[in-house]
């Protein structure tokens, strides 16, 4: 029996609400189980100096955990100044995930800034961030095409990620932290609303896993990011 109660092939109960905040681009919070994550976009003119003169845009992601998120005080990583491997880590996934689908160049010399704040965390903080920031998108490219600001919409697609894992011999859907931090085999998994892979970070905390448990588990991934690829079209569907 899980935690909650679930059965293996669940979802934690999912919630997004878009316009959180006042004053983003765009903006969700977004509730997977007890994990709550912040999501906003924000649009600046220029870009890195790799793309410059070029007339294409850029979309970049940043990520933190608030102090409180956790039950034990997580330390800001400005007052340590530097940002740790792992938060390099998941704003570089964010960022490829989202960049994935979307076509930049309909941007213009112009930069996305996708921010993910994790504000109570209990397992799969980034594959929240990921399924809340393509919202969060979602809504920034709406509002900026209804001021003119863009001519057509850069989303190609959607993308929603969800995390797996094999714990006491069962593969899970969506590990929450009791579940994560006892497993033998921990997979993140990014998919695309049409099916298609974008990313798999899987590893073995015991044992080496073999190519049926690889399957069992990308299986088990696509069978919940098709839910939540609804969710988010739902969500998106009543911005419209």
Known sequence: MRPDGRQPHELRPVKIEP??????????????????????VSLEDGVP???????????????????????????????????????HEIQRLIGRSLRAVTDLALLGERTLWVDCDVIQAD??????AIT??????AHACLKLQRE?????????DSVAAVSV????????LDLCYAEDSAAEVDMNVVMTGSGKFVEIQGTAETNPFGREDLERLTDL???????????????????S
């Open 19 to 40: 316009g959180f905040l006042r004053y983003a681009l765009g903006s969700v919070l977004i509730e997977m189980g007890e994990t709550k994550v912040v999501c906003t």
């Open 49 to 87: 100096q790799f793309l410059r003169n070029t007339g294409r845009g850029w979309l970049t992601a940043e990520y933190g955990m608030l102090p409180g998120c956790s039950q034990q005080r997580i330390q800001r990583e400005a007052s340590r100044g530097r940002v740790g491997g792992r938060t």
């Open 123 to 128: 397992g799969g903080t980034r594959t929240a």
């Open 132 to 137: 809340g920031a393509y919202v969060a998108l």
């Open 148 to 156: 003119g600001m863009l001519l057509a919409n850069p989303l190609r």
């Open 165 to 172: 894992g094999i714990v006491q011999g069962t593969p899970l």
């Open 221 to 239: 991934a696509a069978l919940g990011i098709r839910q939540l690829t609804a969710i988010q079209a739902d969500t998106v569907a009543r911005l």
